[in-house]
Structures are given as structure tokens and as C-alpha cells.
């Protein structure tokens, strides 16, 4: 006896059902892995609390998750600044006008927009969303295709701008609601690390002249000079403090002073690396740490300021006044110098210090390995 035929009707709808099956599978499966790529994503972002580097990170992370091929984010000037400026570690493929302020006032309709409705847009739906807005232009100009606000408890404090997509296999340049969904995702871990990063960035640095606090420097030296040590690279500090400090106060008043503290420290700032840490130390004085540098090096970057802060008019309410500084340098080096301690490297620059101030100031002098008192 002949065996039954199946329905076509029947394999067909199985087929489908099997077909059904395997797509919600292939779809979990896809979620587990995106829930564990967004947990390693965490773990990453917690990784640094320096704002640099993280920075760095989430622009990485956010390149290789969407496939673009840039990424660049607009960040807060300082804690309390009135712009976000478009960072300098930033990887967009484009050409940037060197004659271009690329700045987002913190006030404008773009920000408060964005805190109102926290969502990731095109340039084209903020376009329609805003029309007139002048501050998408300045967006516009870096040819995004997709723009993404960082916001923790309805604050901005970033805007991440990705680059042109890498076309899938469909050819299309656009993102699905999946990824959208991701990319808001990432943009939630990224907004909570960059706000803890900028309030250890806050609680280690002074308020007055933005560079970073005496136990901070004292922090990290430690370490360097560790790395330095177990490297056997070199390392070199310097102590500056501003020549007749007393006289800007007692003649101009402490607003003066404040206004001369804080053009030195940012004459020093602009002069060393972004690996380098530059501390107010106490009062008018202020030190360097410079990695892998040797004395001479030092002595370049050393001279560099004091000639920049010679040559600096400084004018304080229609009064112009000259200002100098004074400089003392220490190395740390495994076979002429090798200080364990960062109090007395520091000391040892502060010695240097109290020469060039002995003899005449306005001047940096080098510390010998001879000089070096027990």
C-alpha cells in the first residue's frame, strides 16, 4: 500500500515555522552578544577617570560598534564654561578651516533642545526639527551622519558627531532603529564616565588657574618616577614662582595678583605636552612634570615659558606691568640621580629654584648630579 503524500500546503508552512524559528534565535543570539559587547563597553569606559583618555575611548568604541569612519565629540571648555568646543581628540575624516571657531554656546536652542528630547538625529531631522538654528551649521560643516547627545540628568555634557558610515552589505548609509537604540546605549555609559571624569577632574584641580593640584602632582610623579625607574628612562621636574609676587598685590590688589597667577599658568600649560603635568603648587609657585625628558630637555621647555612670560604684556585694568619668573630644574636618572622619593626630586628643583633666585632671578637654573645635597 502506497504511503501518504505531504501537503505541500503543510512543508511549506513548516518550512516557514522552522525559518521563523531560526530568525528569533539568530535575533537572541545577536542580543546576548550586544548585551555582552555593552558590558565590556562598560568596563571600559570605567577603566579611566582622566578625561583625555576617555575621550579617546568612547570615540574608538563608537567608531567600531557603527562602522563609521571618524568620530569627533564637542566637549564642555572647562567646568562652568559658556561653550562646548569640538575636541582635539577627535578622528573625523574631514578638512577642518583653520578659521573656524567650531563652538556650541551651552545656552544655545541646540543644547536645550537636546536636553528636552534625548534622542540621536541626523543633520537633516535637526535641520527640520530647528530650522534657523545657526549652531547646526557648525555641526553641518564636520558632514556627520549622525549626531548624538551625551545627557546625564537632563545636562549635556558632550555631543558626539560619527563620520561617515562603512556600507554594509545592503549599500545603505543609513542606521535601523536597532542601531539607533545601540548607539543611545553607548552614548548612556559614555555620558555617566565622562560626568565621574570630570568631577575627579574638578576635585584635582585648582579653580584659579586650571592646572592640576599639588597631591595630585604628587600622585602621579610617584608613578612616573616608578615607570621611569623600572624603564630606566629619564625624568625631569621643574619649580617656577613668579619674581616679586607681593608687589602685584600690594600695589595693584589681590585681583591683580589672581589675574597675573592665572595668565602665568596658562602661558605654562600652552608650552608643555598633553602626557606632561603641570600643578599649582602654593602661592605664586608652580611645577612640571616632564616624562622621558633629560635636563636639557627640561631646560628648553624651562627657558621656553620664561621667555614667553618676559616678553608678555601684562595690563591690568590700563596698568601694564612686567612679569618674570624664575626656574629651578631636577632630573631623575637611574645612574646619576635615582631618587626614590617625588618630595625629593621636587625639593631638589626647588634648590635649583633658590639659586637662580639668589642669583638675580628671571632666569632657570639646571641641578647637577653634583650639586645634589644628601
Partial sequence: MAGKKKSPVRSSKKRNEEQES?????????????LQQMLEISRSFSSTIEL???????????MAQL?????????PEEFGGDFFTFSNNNY????MDPDTEYKIPVESELVEFFSSQPNVYTVPELQELLPGCGDIAVISQLSPSLVVPLIIKNRINGILILGKRIFTDSDSDGYTDYERQEIQTISSLASIAIHNASLFEQSTTDAMTKLKMKSYFY???EDRMDSAFSQNLPLSVIMFDIDFFKKFNDTYGHACGDYVLKTVAGIIKENVRSGDIASRYGGEEFTVMLVNAKKEDALIVAE???KRIDETQFCYENQNMHVTISGGISEFSVEENPVRSAKNLVDQADQALYMSKRNGR?????????????
Fill in 219 to 221: 600622585t602621579i610623579l
Fill in 22 to 34: 531560526a530568525e528569533r534565535i539568530a535575533f537572541f543570539e545577536k542580543q546576548v552578544y550586544d
Fill in 67 to 75: 562602522r563609521v569612519t571618524g568620530a569627533g565629540m564637542f566637549v
Fill in 92 to 95: 573625523m575624516e574631514v578638512s
Fill in 52 to 62: 583625555s583618555p576617555l575621550i579617546e575611548s568612547i570615540l574608538y568604541v563608537a
Fill in 362 to 374: 628671571n632666569q632657570v637654573t639646571v641641578l647637577n648630579a653634583s650639586a645634589v645635597q644628601a
Fill in 304 to 306: 621656553r615659558i620664561r
